[in-house]
């Protein structure tokens, strides 16, 4: 009984750890920070970006028209939200520009916004990493296209599941219908082979009933002539 009952819990605790959700590792402000600084050095936009200080940058970008310095004021992290990102999370980097001249970003919107968008990434929680926007718009593209291929193939072996067990449903209500025909046809000859039979027995009956009838005829013949 001890041992029935390991069992079971073990089993239970197997199925448990099956359908948990699996444990992602979490974002941190230095890969956020990092990831980030990888980003900004990497745009061909960035003509200049040097470390002065933790959080402090020396930073020239052709995006618009300004040099100067550039600090991390916040970092933000949220969910995208939907069943599609939820392998994903989002973090921001919120910045200041020193000295930076506000009517820039009219002149400059467009350019602006394309800076602005550097500073945002997107945190992927199955391969523990940042990506980058464009990184991001790849990675959701190509996991979409494998989640629609599963599905075909999972939607596909539901159909053939679901035609397998007709057809041996279907072999199997042949099979029953075979032996009760089978056995009806047996039955069915055991009684014409009885009623032949009987029939057999009854012409044999009448036989000797005809013969004891002709042989009582020849007697009262016998009798009446010795009268």
Do not use: H
Request: charge should be positive; proline fraction near 2%.
């Amino acid at each position: 009984m001890l041992r029935l009952t390991s069992l079971v819990v073990l089993c239970v605790s197997a199925m448990i750890s099956m359908l948990a959700s699996p444990v992602f590792a979490q974002p941190t402000d230095d890969s956020l920070i990092q990831a980030w600084e990888k980003q900004q050095k990497a745009d061909p936009k960035t003509i200049v970006f040097e470390k002065l200080k933790d959080r402090q940058y020396k930073f020239r970008t052709s995006y618009f028209p300004y040099e100067g310095e550039l600090s991390i004021k916040n970092l933000v992290y949220g969910d995208l939200g939907g069943d599609a990102d939820s392998d994903y999370s989002l973090g921001a980097v919120q910045v200041e520009l020193s000295g930076f001249d506000k009517n820039l970003v009219k002149q400059y919107g467009y350019s602006y916004s394309l800076w602005d968008n550097t500073n945002t990434l997107y945190f992927d929680k199955k391969n523990s990493k940042w990506l980058s926007t464009k990184e991001y718009a790849s990675s959701i593209t190509k996991r979409a296209a494998s989640r629609q291929k599963q599905s075909w193939w999972v939607s596909n072996l539901s159909n053939f599941a679901l035609i397998t067990i007709c057809v041996i449903a279907l072999i199997i209500v042949i099979r029953k219908n075979k032996t009760y025909m089978n056995t009806a046809l047996t039955k069915q000859e055991e009684g014409l082979a009885k009623y032949d039979k009987a029939v057999k027995q009854t012409e044999k009956a009448l036989q000797l009933s005809e013969e004891t009838n002709n042989l009582l005829k020849e007697i009262l013949v016998v009798l009446k002539s010795k009268s």
